[in-house]
């Protein structure tokens, strides 16, 4: 079945600087990689997904690519704020969703 | 924007005891899931249902665990004789069409602790 790896598993970053979650996936048939964000006492809300047939989607802040090759996929935040302080999920889907561990990301003042 | 529910946010039942989680899902979402997420940990599927009926489920998901849509708008997990080890996180998802390619929405989830 599908694995999905992480990393890192916290990141601190200075508020304005730019913040990347790495993840891997083992299944070549896994075609869709869902994003989420879950804060403090909520569940994991979905803020960005990308599909097998493109490598990279953007929107505003946030932006993720994907290499099918490698098996990787990556999330990019671009001049992080306070706000974005949350854990960070990838996933990988085939017939159903598998999460990886999660990043805890800080923003600092 | 439509949300998923879910009742209560949370619940405490004694060891063995049978619990009942649940979630009303958006309105016009055909595909529902339940999810767990121990303290700290990751989230894990544990379940999707469509068309009144399971259709994948993880090892997670034993006899233990049943689903029902008993009605146009609620979505249940039950949980039978549960175990200290039950406690979690569940957490409730719908999405408009199937697992591939749809994005699932999630709930706020339900803290169940098993004392």
């Known amino acids: 079945g599908e694995n999905v790896e992480q990393h890192p598993s916290t990141l601190s970053v200075q508020e304005g600087d730019s913040a990347v979650i790495k993840c891997t996936y083992s299944d070549s048939a896994s075609n869709y990689f869902p994003w989420y964000k879950q804060e403090l006492g909520k569940g994991p809300q979905l803020i960005i997904d990308i599909r097998s047939n493109v490598g990279e989607k953007k929107d505003q802040r946030i932006a993720v690519t994907l290499n099918k090759t490698a098996k990787h996929f990556s999330l990019h935040i671009t001049e992080t704020q306070p706000e974005d302080s949350a854990v960070y999920f990838c996933a990988a889907l085939d017939d159903k969703i598998i999460f990886g561990k999660g990043t805890r990301l800080h923003i600092l003042p | 924007e439509p949300e998923v529910t879910q009742t209560p946010s949370h619940q405490v039942t004694q060891m063995g005891q049978e619990v009942i989680l649940r979630c009303v899902p958006i309105?016009?979402?055909?595909?529902f899931y339940w999810y767990r997420q121990i303290l700290g940990q990751k989230v894990e599927f544990l379940v999707s249902f469509y068309n009144n009926e399971i259709s994948e489920k993880s090892e997670i998901f034993d006899d233990q665990f049943s689903v029902e849509r008993p009605d146009g708008s609620n979505f249940t997990l039950k949980i039978r004789s549960t175990k200290l080890e039950d406690s979690a996180m569940y957490f409730c998802?719908?999405?408009?069409?199937?697992?591939?390619?749809?994005?699932?929405?999630f709930g706020d989830g339900t803290r169940l602790s098993i004392l």
């Open positions: 998802a719908s999405s408009q069409q199937g697992a591939d390619n749809q994005p699932q929405h």
């Open positions: 309105s016009n979402h055909l595909y």
